[in-house]
């Protein structure tokens, strides 16, 4: 396949060509990660990680392009991931976002998207369910780069 | 250069008036400011200039400073994260943004008022009485206090910028009462100052509110904080009076459709 053809969620880059990197501190870094299970399907809104929390939805790749990950993003946060443009009954989907926003009354919701376009659906259903809930929570949406920069960080 | 960077900007504009010119050209509006105690690096901080702008702007402040020095000015730090000049509130800051706008449409419909006003008939005392009515229940008790009781505790209440924002609300406090005195004595001249005073501390007061005090504390509050004011803003929202609200909404509707003055969007 032709690099530049197709669906930019799919379209083949490499990044290695004049690869000019800084190097990453040297050491262990420490997960972040406070809870288990993280999909989206397995979990439950209503756990009690959820309750009052600040939860980061981030869209699968997001923690593989993005190096600060644990650190900037999800230190002291709950977290669920999900893939808008694979995953199967997105439609549960709205209705356990809504199910944060009122029953487990989480404070805010930040989600974590690629910049390619089929990342936005993400932020459609979260969207979609804070238009649906009774009540109301600060959404953020936040867009990364394919080599790990964030584009844009917006309330919506 | 450090040690006026460390110096409140009237005293700054003072030592060296060109300096005010130049701060006027991008749009920092601190010499007409009757305070003027904030720290020259603050100014700078809170405005959120570009880089290229900021640096050019410095540049042309050591210039006026040090004539013919070439001096190093270094970069003033800034605590949040965002650059962004485009005005996107958090949710908290778009709820005061938007109460803002109901105060805005009566301060723009004070001249019209007094251009109609007679001190000595009861209609006309009746509608003054109604505006201070409208200041100091929907300005002062709803808007302003969840300012001072909850948003501004986030920040250092001490700074300069804040005592600043804190004077404001206490002269506007000192207009509504000396206008409902003015209104008691039919003192037409006294209502009038009072009214118009306040009219422009106001503008001035939101004009600084939504385009540099919002956004800059945007900037340093953390995400866990915007979550905390917006739900308390809410339980304010919801604990208010809701007919004492509408009220006030009311008052202002009525006082456009009196004088046909066209709603500010």
Known sequence: MNEFAGCPGS????????????????????????????????????APYYQGADVLLTAD???????????????????AIACPKLDQGQEVYTG????????????????????????????????????????????????????????????? | MEQYLNMAVKEVITKFPEVGKILEEYEIGCVPCGVGSCLLKDVVEIHNLPDEEEQGLMARIAREIYPGLEITVPRVERKGKNRSKELKYSPPMKKLVDEHVLIKRWIALIPQVLEAFNAESTEGAQLVLEGVNFIRSYADRFH????EDILFKYFDENSELLKTMLEDHVKGRGHAKAISE???????????????AY????????????EILYPW????????????????FIEVDEA??????????????????????????
């Not at chain 1, 083949?12 to 997960?31: C, I, N, W, Y």
């Not at chain 1, 910049?115 to 867009?143: E, N």
């Open chain 2, 240 to 265: 208010t009076d809701r007919k004492g609200i509408e009220r006030c909404e009311s008052f202002v509707l009525e006082v456009e459709k009196k004088f046909q003055k066209e709603v500010i969007k």
């Open chain 1, 11 to 46: 379209r083949m880059v490499d990044f290695r060509k004049g690869e000019t990197r800084e190097e990453a501190p040297l050491g262990k870094v420490q997960s972040q990660l406070r809870q288990w299970p993280v999909q989206l399907h397995l979990v439950s809104p209503t």
């Open chain 2, 144 to 147: 302003h206090a969840k300012e």
């Open chain 1, 96 to 156: 356990k976002i809504k199910s944060w926003f009122e029953d487990a009354k989480i404070n805010t919701l930040t989600v974590l998207i690629m910049q390619v376009p089929c990342c936005m659906g993400l932020v459609d259903l979260a969207q979609q369910a804070l238009a649906g809930s009774k009540r109301k929570v600060p959404v953020k949406a936040v867009v990364v780069s394919l080599q790990g920069e964030i584009l844009s960080e917006k309330w919506v």
């Open chain 2, 182 to 196: 003015a209104v008691e004595k039919k003192d037409r001249e006294g209502i009038v100052e009072h009214l118009m």
């Open chain 1, 61 to 79: 790749c997001v923690g593989y392009a993005l190096g600060s990950f644990h650190t900037d993003y999800l230190k002291g946060k709950s977290l």
């Open chain 2, 199 to 210: 009219r422009e501390l106001l503008t001035e007061h939101i004009k600084k509110e939504d």
């Open chain 2, 217 to 232: 504390m945007d900037r340093n509050l953390s995400v866990t904080q915007v979550g905390e004011l917006f739900s308390r």
